[in-house]
């Protein structure tokens, strides 16, 4: 694995996801939603509805964990939880319409503020991170037990 720095990647890549979430609540004027709240609403688009164990393990986060945020999420009004329609002792999470709001102009400021200050980047660079892509999708795959999105998975030679 020549020039591949593990301990380096693994250094930059919380404080870049740190950097990006206050810059984007900064930029889109967004109340102070945590990275932990901003991933549960993800599993969580419209009309999806998700039991607190299916939230838990998409997550890779223990029950209580996300018993607790939950909790908080409801109290800010960011979800409601109900009865399962098909099952009416199990209880249903869903985004709030004010959540999906609030997560449809994260997403759109997030990604709109990648592209902008990408700009401040030399073609080179902007190049490496669009080729980098694929691999760091792979990586969070493997570490998630996900599946790769389809499109990064490299074609084998017939």
Known sequence: MTGFDAARLAAVISPLRRALLAATRAEAGLPELSEAQID????????????????????????????????????????????????G?????????RALDLFDRFDAVNSALVARVSLALDD???????????????????????DAPASTIPEEDE
């Open 40 to 87: 549960v609403l993800r599993t969580l688009p419209r009309g999806l509805g998700r039991g607190p164990a299916e939230i838990s393990a998409v997550l890779n986060l223990s029950r209580p964990t996300v018993s607790n945020l939950l909790g908080t999420m409801e109290t800010e009004g960011l979800i409601e939880r109900g009865p399962d329609p098909s099952d």
């Open 89 to 97: 002792r199990r209880v249903v999470v869903r985004a709030s319409a």
């Open 124 to 146: 080179a660079d902007r190049s490496a991170l669009g080729a980098a892509l694929p691999a760091l999708e792979r990586l969070c795959a493997a570490l998630t037990g996900a």
